[in-house]
C-alpha cells in the first residue's frame, strides 16, 4: 500500500475527517479502499454479511490507524437487512459519502421473485438502498463503482420497458453470465443516473480496472474447477493489484462533483491498469426517454420484490 502513499498526497486533497458507509470491504479492493480511508483519518462505517471476518479487518485496521469503525450487518439478497441498515443510520447526523462495492459476477443462474440473483445484487437492492438513502441523508455523495461491461449489452428495443412483466421477461432471457452482470451494471447506472440529472443528487461512477478479486470464488461454483484456479491466477498475475485499483474509488469519494456524462477510471491501455483518469460515458447510455423508463420501472420492481 505504501506504494501508492506519493499519489495519494498528491491527488486526495479532500477526503479526511469524513464520516463513510462503505460495503464490499471483505474483498480485495473494498479491504484496500477501507485502509486507505482509515489512514486518512476517517471515520468508517463497514456494510457486510460476514461480521466476524469484519471483526478481523476492522480489528488490523484500526491497530495500524486508530481510527473509528462501526460494523452494520447488510446483505443486499436480505430486504430485511437494507430496512435494519437504514434505521440505524438514521442515528446519524451525517454522513459524507457512501462507497457502494459490493457485487456478484459469474454466479450460477438462480432467480428470487422471478428476478435473477446477480440483477438483485448488482441493480435491484443497491437502487432501493441508495434512494432510500438518500431520503435520510439528502446531500451524501454516492460512489458508485461500476464496470466498463456496462456497455456489452445494449437495450435498442424500447418495448422491453413498456411494463414489468416485459422488462422481467427480457432479463429471463438473458442467459450469458457476462451479459448479465454487464447489463445489470448498466441498469444501476441509469437507475442512478435520473437521480443524478433529475433530482441533482451527487452520484459519482467509477471503474476500478481489471484487478484479483472475490468476483470469481470457487464458492460461485457457476464453472468447474479448473476455471477458478486460472482465473484468479491470470487476474493476480497480469493485472492490477487491489491496491491499486482501488484509487479510482478514492477519486471518486475526493472530488466534489462530476458532470452527468464523465466517470472515473484507470488511464492506459483498455482502461484496465492505470491511475485514475476522468473519462466520457457512453452516449448511448445518456438516452432520457430509457432512464426515465428504468426509474419507473425499478420503483415498480421494489414492490414486486416485496421491498416495503
Not at 457486510?48 to 452494520?72: A, G, H, L, M, W
Not at 432471457?173 to 442512478?192: A, C, D, H, Q, V
Amino acid at each position: 500500500m505504501k506504494s501508492y502513499d506519493k499519489w495519494i498526497n498528491k491527488n486526495i486533497k479532500g477526503l479526511k475527517n469524513k464520516t463513510i458507509l462503505i460495503n464490499g470491504i471483505t474483498g480485495g479492493i473494498g479491504k484496500e479502499t477501507a485502509n486507505y480511508l482509515a489512514s486518512l483519518n476517517n471515520e468508517l462505517i463497514f456494510l457486510v454479511r460476514n461480521i466476524k471476518f469484519s471483526e478481523i479487518i476492522k480489528s488490523e485496521i484500526i491497530e495500524k490507524y486508530n481510527t473509528k469503525i462501526f460494523i452494520i450487518f447488510f446483505d443486499y439478497l436480505n430486504i430485511n437487512s437494507l430496512n435494519d441498515c437504514l434505521n440505524i443510520l438514521k442515528s446519524y447526523k451525517k454522513i459524507d459519502v457512501f462507497i457502494n462495492v459490493s457485487g456478484i459476477y459469474h454466479q450460477k443462474e438462480e432467480y428470487i421473485n422471478d428476478i435473477e440473483k446477480t440483477f438483485i445484487v448488482n441493480y435491484l437492492a443497491p437502487s432501493y438502498f441508495i434512494s432510500h438513502l438518500f431520503n435520510i441523508f439528502p446531500l451524501i455523495k454516492v460512489v458508485d463503482v461500476s464496470s466498463v461491461t456496462y456497455s456489452i449489452k445494449t437495450i435498442k428495443n424500447i418495448s422491453v420497458f413498456e411494463n414489468t412483466e416485459s422488462f422481467i421477461n427480457y432479463l429471463k432471457k438473458i442467459k450469458n453470465k457476462t451479459l448479465r452482470y454487464g447489463l445489470s451494471k448498466r441498469l444501476i447506472m441509469e437507475y442512478l443516473l435520473y437521480l443524478k440529472v433529475k433530482e441533482n443528487k451527487n452520484i459519482i461512477f467509477v471503474h476500478p480496472g481489471v484487478s484479483k478479486t472475490n468476483l470469481f470464488d470457487k464458492k460461485n461454483n457457476a464453472y468447474g474447477k479448473w476455471f477458478y484456479y486460472f482465473v484468479p491466477f491470470l487476474m493476480n498475475t497480469i493485472f492490477m493489484k487491489p491496491s491499486k485499483a482501488c484509487l479510482s474509488l478514492l477519486k471518486g469519494a475526493d472530488i466534489s462533483k462530476i458532470n452527468n456524462n464523465l466517470w472515473i477510471g484507470p488511464r492506459g491501455l483498455f482502461k484496465f491498469w492505470g491511475y485514475p483518469k476522468i473519462y466520457k460515458l457512453r452516449k448511448d447510455l445518456m438516452n432520457k426517454e430509457i432512464i426515465d423508463r428504468i426509474y419507473l420501472l425499478t420503483n415498480e420492481l421494489f414492490d414486486l420484490w416485496k421491498i416495503k
